[in-house]
C-alpha cells in the first residue's frame, strides 16, 4: 500500500464537489477542505488516477492545479498538527472500499 495526499485549488464549485465525493469514494480521506489522503495498492491507484483523470478532463480552468504527493506511511505518522488530531489508521487502510 501506498499513501498520497491529493490537494487542489478548482475554481468551480460544482467540479469541487464532484471530485470530492469521488474521492471519497475512493477511500480517501479529507484532511483539510481540499486535501485528501488515502492508501492504496498499486492496481487500486492506478483506478483512482484513471477515474480522477476521467472526471476532471476537459473541466479544469488555466488556474486550477491539483497535486498529488506520495508519501511514506512513517511521514505522515510524524506529522506535527494543531487542532483535531487525524485519524492515521483509517488512513493507512483500514476504511474498507468496495473494489469492482
Not at 476521467?54 to 511514506?72: A, R, S
Not at 505522515?76 to 473494489?99: A, H, N, Q
Request: negative net charge.
Amino acid at each position: 500500500m501506498k499513501t498520497r495526499i491529493i490537494c487542489y485549488d478548482i475554481e468551480s464549485d460544482n467540479v469541487r464537489t464532484v471530485l470530492a465525493k469521488r474521492l471519497e469514494a475512493l477511500g480517501f480521506i479529507r484532511i483539510q477542505y481540499s486535501v485528501f489522503c488515502g492508501s492504496h495498492n498499486d492496481t487500486q491507484w492506478t483506478r483512482c488516477h484513471d477515474i480522477v483523470e476521467d472526471l476532471l478532463k476537459d473541466k479544469m480552468t488555466e488556474t486550477d492545479k491539483v497535486y498529488i504527493l506520495q508519501i511514506p506511511p512513517v511521514a505522515l505518522r510524524k506529522m506535527l498538527y494543531f487542532g483535531e488530531e487525524l485519524e492515521i489508521d483509517e488512513i493507512l487502510g483500514t476504511k474498507k472500499v468496495l473494489w469492482i
